[in-house]
Each structure stands twice: as structure tokens, then as C-alpha cells.
């Protein structure tokens, strides 16, 4: 009797665990985390915390902007690489991003607006050539909280006037 019991609760485990589908989430675990794209991203970057944690706004943690030199840093960078475009328009461009706890950047994503903020492309050749350079950027800083450093998500949306940049934003 023992052994049938034994025998039907090992069925009835086995049988419930062949039909057990495996629950894939089809939605990020936060609102705006950017999922990694094996076409997109670099496969040596790592975030540094585990996948099912939540990922910092860039405005969470330590108050500043967390670049070596602030924003003025970037700024006085980026006028010197003389970035533009020949097609005279208006818009912006932003480059979102991840920072992680050793200040590696990646998963990079592009979006282009009018100046009515309705998203088209305005030039791909220059939100290339901005993406290209906000991947340059090599002095941001990892956020801390309670002492330990963490990764946290950052933007930089680029004011488009006359196809040159005018501002950078945050």
C-alpha cells in the first residue's frame, strides 16, 4: 500500500512537471529597461546587477549629473568634433543608454523626434554620428547607494536647430 502511494505521488509530480509550461515574461521588469539585442548591443557588456532587479533612472541615487567634468565636459567635447548635418532641420535626437557599476556604458538605443516631439528619423546620419560619439563618452560615474556602486540608465537628447546641435539635455 505504501508503495503504491509512493509510486502514484512520484507519477503525479512527474506528470505535473512535464506540463508545466515555463512563464516567459513578454514585458521588462521595469518600465524603459532595454532588453539586450544581440544585433544592437555588445555581448562583453555586462549589467551588474542580476536581471530580475530594477536598473536606476539616471535622476535616482547621488544628486549631480555623473560625468567626470559634468555636463560642461561633454559639451566642450562635443564642439570640438564640430558634429552637424547639411539638411537644415529641427528636432532632437536622443541616446539612451545604461551605465553599469564600473562606468561601462551599453545597450544603446536611438530616437529621433520633430520638433513637435512626433518620432521620425530627421537624419540617420547624424543620429549615427551622435550615437557614435555619446559611445565615445568614457567618464561616467557609477551611482552609489549606501556605499555600494550600481548601475542606473542615462540620456542624452541633443536640441537639433538649423541640423546643429544648440543644447544638450538633461
Do not use: H
Not at 562583453?44 to 530580475?52: A, N, Y
Amino acid at each position: 500500500m505504501i508503495k503504491t502511494v509512493y509510486f502514484l505521488a512520484l507519477f503525479s509530480f512527474v506528470l505535473m512537471s512535464c506540463q508545466t509550461e515555463k512563464n516567459i515574461n513578454k514585458y521588462p521588469v521595469t518600465v524603459g529597461d532595454i532588453e539586450f539585442d544581440e544585433k544592437l548591443d555588445d555581448p562583453d557588456f555586462k549589467k551588474c546587477t542580476p536581471e530580475k532587479l530594477i536598473s536606476l533612472q539616471y535622476y535616482q541615487g547621488e544628486k549631480g549629473f555623473n560625468y567626470k567634468g559634468e555636463k560642461l565636459a561633454i559639451i566642450e567635447k562635443l564642439q570640438k568634433e564640430k558634429i552637424s548635418s547639411e539638411t537644415k532641420m529641427n528636432g532632437y535626437i536622443t541616446v539612451r543608454f545604461l551605465v553599469n557599476c564600473e562606468g561601462k556604458t551599453g545597450l544603446f538605443r536611438v530616437q529621433q523626434m520633430n520638433e513637435d516631439l512626433k518620432e521620425i528619423v530627421l537624419d540617420k546620419e547624424l543620429g549615427d554620428r551622435l550615437l557614435r560619439f555619446t559611445k565615445s563618452l568614457d567618464g561616467w560615474i557609477p551611482q552609489k547607494i549606501k556605499g555600494f556602486k550600481t548601475g542606473y540608465y542615462q540620456y542624452l537628447t541633443y536640441k537639433i536647430e538649423n541640423g546643429k546641435v544648440s543644447e544638450v539635455l538633461p
